[in-house]
């Protein structure tokens, strides 16, 4: 059979587990097809993939690399990904911009917890897949078993291209139309089979040992044989997959042409940011650590950009379609601890930085304590991180213990309206919000008349509704699995402005969140337990303690397996143990498996403070500016149906520089609340106006001028404030206050006290 061969640019990314052999193979590779002239390794920390001082430390890719080589038909861009799990967000953005991948999986090890979610974002990309089986040269590596794993665990559409015999049997099996003509023929051409491969039917399989260079040379044959030329459109198309700095500083945006071609000095743009216009100011190809620099790259080229500060991982540029949305989500938090002497705001404008570069980095402003807190993927990516940012910025700093990643979503739909009418303002805005399918997210619709509501008020709402990160009501952790639809809005020809439906929006998303239940979920692990058999009692009964499921024990080489999913929160140490009682012959492997509901929800809300809505936006009656400083600062709450008055001569205290005042503890605040009074409205809009004029007043001035407080350290002041808020509950104009005990003591309490 002789192939029509004609040359073809392609994209290739290695992919694998941790310690399969990824950066050996991709050094065997490019050994082999004449790039290199020395074979490096990664135990002597001279691959040619591995740049970073951390990586060649650790023995572990840490960012994705470029290199180029050529094959007798073909130009290849070899694109290196990492296989460690906490750094698999990286790898899940160079997918986006594959040809083909090619998994390696360890003979000895087989298909491991982080494998099958390999295979899980390539089928969600649709990316035609070769697997090299590496490690053969090992003990316990057998070729048949290892077969009947691929096609149990992946697919069975996995074929054994290195056994000529029964290859084109296999591959008949694969598709119908291909069976009935084999039948015929007893044939397979080259065309059918690279048909097959693109179409995700079949998936060729060698073995081989990459440090050896065993199968290196029937790998790359195949590739060039059976992977068809990529077709692309004339029209200029480009996908950003990494954001980097070269040593001076200058931003790189890593992208591949999709489609026409792209010179320097060209101008793009974009409708991110408000929209921009930005030149190219150069282009480079990478092989490596070195580069070469470009005038025009065509389609199906992988270069790095100079000149955009724009971009981001996963945009689309010019007929490029948007990005998928990320599988793998941060699951774990930690708050900056820095180092005497050090700006928080300069240090939080440097890791915005490193979040630029990656995505799945979180960097979270915590504006009423100052702190900076980080959402990561795991406990290597925190030593990495504390590495990089002493590299780059020459700050050491340290991290807390960690937290949780919590979300929340709600359980039954309902209706939430927002409603913005200040002075020479309006907006109104009704949403639906419907719980959405676990990990799809916040799903954003409209089903609003363009009669009733303008489409460019629809578009606007919709921007906002995807600009921010909306909170939840039980622990203020962001939501997701929501489906949120327009329903309805209003505007007014003369007074509505953008920014009216901005706040309109977030009230109406905030309405609804209060007036549903409301489900809080916790990450969970997908975890493969390896141990001796006479440790699986033991694990079983800690899976359970952890309160995690497992499946049914399997045999294997050395042992038994345990496969399950467990929440984060309680394995997240596991391994120590598993370490301990095994005597260091258990292995587990974890990866993120998504979000499900919390396992111990009510002692997460207990603990975790909330942070709860400014009163005005969930009141019925709107109260004006002054009132509600004044309750604010005494402490007041609308909470169900009742009128809290918590720590009253907290503010005053604090604003009067007098250190005589002592505030009473939480647990005595008044709680003054008549069965007249049911709600927040009558309380603060009762016809006694005078009555509440004359309590603000000295209050105003007591805030605009602390030193003149003397008057205000008396109970009695304090009493007729909330007087004027409590007591006028009924239609009486002259309904006295009740009797209300002390809430302020003029005793004296040492200068370093504080309310």
């Known amino acids: 059979m002789k192939a029509n061969f004609a040359m073809k640019h392609i994209c290739i990314g290695i992919t694998a587990h941790v310690d399969a052999g990824k950066t050996t193979l991709s050094e065997a590779m490019l050994y082999q097809a004449g790039a290199l002239k020395k074979l490096g390794r990664v135990d002597h920390q001279d691959a040619f993939l591995d740049t970073f001082a951390l990586e060649r430390a650790r023995g572990i890719t840490i960012f994705s690399k470029q290199a180029e ?137 060698y073995f081989g040992s990459a440090l050896k260079l065993d199968g290196v040379d029937a790998l790359l ?153 980080l959402q990561l993927m795991g406990e290597v990516q925190l030593e990495i991180l504390t590495s990089v940012i002493a590299e780059r910025f020459g700050v050491d700093v340290t991290f807390d213990e960690g937290s949780i990643v919590y979300r929340e979503t709600i359980t039954e739909p309902v209706i939430g309206i927002g409603h913005f009418e200040p002075l020479r303002h309006y907006a109104e805005v009704h949403l639906l919000l419907e719980p959405a399918e676990r990990g799809s997210g916040i799903q954003l619709s409209t089903a609003c008349p363009t009669d009733v509501l303008d489409l460019n008020w629809q578009r606007l709402i919709l921007t906002h509704l995807a600009e921010k990160t909306h909170l939840g009501v039980l622990t203020s952790a962001p939501i997701t699995d929501v489906k949120i639809t327009i329903l309805a809005g209003r505007a007014h020809v003369k007074h509505t402005e953008g920014g009216d439906f901005r706040e309109a929006t977030y009230r109406a998303v905030r309405n609804g969140l209060m007036r549903t239940e409301s489900l809080l979920l916790e990450p969970y692990y997908s975890f493969r337990l390896e141990l001796p058999d006479e440790c699986v009692g033991r694990a079983m009964t800690d899976i359970q303690r952890m309160d995690g499921t497992f499946e049914p024990p399997e045999q294997g080489a050395h042992g038994s397996i345990l496969t399950g999913t467990a929440p984060v929160s309680t394995m997240r140490n596991y391994w120590t143990e598993v370490a301990a009682y095994t005597k260091g012959r258990g292995r587990l492997s974890c990866t993120p498996n998504g979000y499900a509901p919390c396992h111990n929800a009510e002692e997460v809300i207990s603990q975790r403070p909330t942070t709860r809505p400014p009163m005005w936006r969930i009141r019925r009656i709107p109260c004006s500016a002054r009132t509600v400083q004044a309750m604010l600062s005494s402490g007041m709450r609308c909470r169900s149906t009742r009128i809290l008055i918590l720590q009253t001569c907290l503010n005053i205290g604090k604003k009067s520089r007098n250190k005589s005042v002592r505030c009473v503890p939480p647990a005595q605040a008044v709680e003054t609340a008549s069965a007249a009074t049911r709600n927040c409205g009558p309380c603060l809009n009762a016809p006694t106006v005078r009555s509440k004029t004359a309590a603000l007043k000295p209050f105003s001035r007591a805030v605009k001028r602390p030193r003149r407080l003397s008057s205000c350290t008396s109970p009695a002041f304090v009493r007729t404030i909330i007087c004027s808020w409590t007591a006028t509950t009924s239609s009486s104009r002259g309904t006295s206050c009740a009797t209300l005990p002390p809430v302020m003591s003029t005793q004296p309490v040492k200068r370093s006290s504080t309310c």
């Open 69 to 205: 080589f050529s094959l007798p038909h073909t130009e290849v861009t070899l694109l290196d990904t990492p296989g460690h799990v906490d750094f698999s967000a990286e790898m899940e953005r160079t997918l986006q911009v594959l040809d083909c991948a090619v998994l390696v999986i360890s003979g000895t090890d087989g298909v491991q917890a982080h494998t099958e979610t390999l295979w899980r974002l390539l089928t969600r990309q649709g990316i035609p897949t070769f697997l090299f089986i590496n490690k053969m040269d090992l003990d316990g590596a057998d070729r048949k078993t290892l077969l009947q794993e691929l096609k149990s665990r992946l697919d069975s559409g996995c074929v054994d291209f290195t056994s000529t015999d029964t290859m084109a049997e296999e591959l008949a099996v694969c598709d119908e139309g291909l069976l009935e003509q084999y039948l015929e023929t007893g044939m397979v051409d080259d065309s059918q089979i690279a048909q097959l491969v693109a179409e995700r039917k079949a998936f060729p399989c």
């Open 221 to 373: 044959d195949g590739l060039e044989r059976y992977l068809p030329a990529p077709q692309y459109g004339a029209d200029f198309g480009a996908r950003v997959f990494k954001i980097a700095r070269d040593a001076q500083g200058n931003r790189l945006s890593y992208l591949k042409i999709t489609g026409g071609a792209l010179s320097v000095r060209e101008q793009l743009s974009g409708g991110e940011d408000g929209g921009w216009q930005e030149k190219v100011s150069g282009i480079r190809i990478y092989s490596g650590e070195k580069f070469r620099t470009a005038e025009r790259v065509e389609s199906g080229m992988v270069c790095a950009v100079t000149g955009l500060t724009h971009t981001r991982p996963g945009m689309g540029l010019g007929a490029e379609a948007g990005a998928l949305p990320p599988v793998l989500e941060p699951v774990l938090g930690y708050r900056v601890c820095l180092p005497d002497g050090c700006d928080a705001h300069i240090m939080l404008r440097n890791l915005r930085q490193l979040e630029e570069e990656d995505p799945q980095l979180r960097v979270v402003w915590n504006e009423r304590l100052g702190e900076i807190h």
